[in-house]
C-alpha cells in the first residue's frame, strides 16, 4: 500500500542555519507529493506541492524535488528564521481519479532559535 | 487562495451530548470533504471521506454511528460526534478538494479542539 515515511524530529537549528527534512514514499502508480505545515494551535497549511518526476516545487524559501528514482520528497531551506518553527508534514495522494485522501508522514517538528 | 472554514474552534462538552462541527468552503465548490483527527504530537488520521450529496466513507476502526458525516451541498460538510466521551477530545481537522479545477491538492480548515468532560 501506500505509505509516507519522514526523519522522526525534533530538528532543533539556529537562526540562519541549513534545513533538510527527509521523507520517502511508497506507492503505486505516479503520485502528487506534498509538503503541509502546522503553526502552532493551527490548522495544516499547504507549503509546495509537485506532481511529477523531476518536478521542484517551491514556497517562502522552502524546495523540495520530486525524485522518483530514489522515491524522495525531502524538504530544503537554505537560512530557517524563528517564525519556521512548526511541525511539517510529507504527505502523497494517489490523484483525483482514485479519489482517495492524503496519507500522511508522522511530522517532523522543527524549533529555530535565535 | 482556496479557504476553508471550520466552526467551531474549540468546544467544551459533557460526556454524553452531541457535538456538531462544520467545515465550509468558502470561494470553491468541494466536491469532496475529507475529516480527520489528529491526536498530540501525531499525524492527521483520516476519519472519512465524503461525496456532496452521497454516503460517507469511514476508515476501519471509525464508529459511523458515533461520528455522523453528512456532506449537503458543495460547500458545507458536517461531523457530528455523538454521545461523546472524554476518549473523543481530540483535534479535528477537514479538508476539502477543489472538485471544479479538478486539481489533487487539499485545504484544509483550521481544526477544531474537542474537549469532552
Known amino acids: 500500500g501506500n505509505s509516507v515515511t519522514q526523519m522522526e524530529g525534533p530538528v532543533t537549528l539556529s537562526e540562519e542555519a541549513f534545513l533538510t527534512i527527509n521523507c520517502t514514499y511508497t506507492?503505486?502508480?505516479?503520485?502528487?507529493l506534498f509538503w503541509y505545515v502546522q503553526y502552532p494551535g493551527e490548522g495544516l497549511q499547504l507549503l509546495l506541492k509537485?506532481?511529477?518526476?523531476?518536478d521542484k516545487g517551491s514556497n517562502k524559501g522552502f524546495e523540495a524535488t520530486y525524485r522518483k528514482e530514489t522515491t524522495s520528497f525531502h524538504l530544503e531551506k537554505g537560512s530557517v528564521q524563528v517564525s519556521d518553527s512548526a511541525v511539517y508534514f510529507c504527505?502523497?495522494?494517489?490523484?483525483?481519479?482514485?479519489?482517495?485522501?492524503?496519507?500522511f508522514g508522522k511530522g517532523t517538528t522543527l524549533s529555530v532559535s535565535s | 487562495g482556496a479557504v476553508v472554514s471550520q466552526h467551531p474552534s474549540r468546544v467544551i462538552c459533557k460526556s454524553g451530548t452531541s457535538v456538531k462541527i462544520e467545515c465550509r468552503s468558502l470561494?470553491?465548490?468541494?466536491?469532496?470533504m475529507f475529516w480527520y483527527r489528529q491526536f498530540p504530537k501525531q499525524s492527521l488520521m483520516l476519519m472519512a471521506t465524503?461525496?456532496?450529496?452521497?454516503?460517507?466513507?469511514?476508515e476501519q476502526g471509525v464508529e459511523k454511528d458515533k461520528f455522523l458525516i453528512n456532506h449537503a451541498s458543495l460547500t458545507l460538510s458536517t461531523l457530528t460526534v455523538t454521545s461523546a466521551h472524554p476518549e473523543d477530545s481530540s483535534f479535528y481537522i477537514c479538508?476539502?478538494?477543489?472538485?471544479?479545477?479538478?486539481?489533487?491538492?487539499?485545504?484544509f480548515g483550521p481544526g477544531t479542539r474537542l474537549t469532552v468532560l
Open positions: 479538508s476539502a478538494r477543489d472538485g471544479v479545477a479538478g486539481t489533487d491538492t487539499q485545504y
Open positions: 506507492a503505486t502508480g505516479y503520485p502528487s
Open positions: 509537485a506532481t511529477k518526476a523531476d
Open positions: 504527505a502523497l495522494s494517489a490523484g483525483p481519479q482514485t479519489g482517495t485522501a492524503l496519507i
Open positions: 470561494d470553491f465548490q468541494a466536491t469532496t
Open positions: 465524503s461525496n456532496e450529496g452521497s454516503k460517507a466513507t469511514y
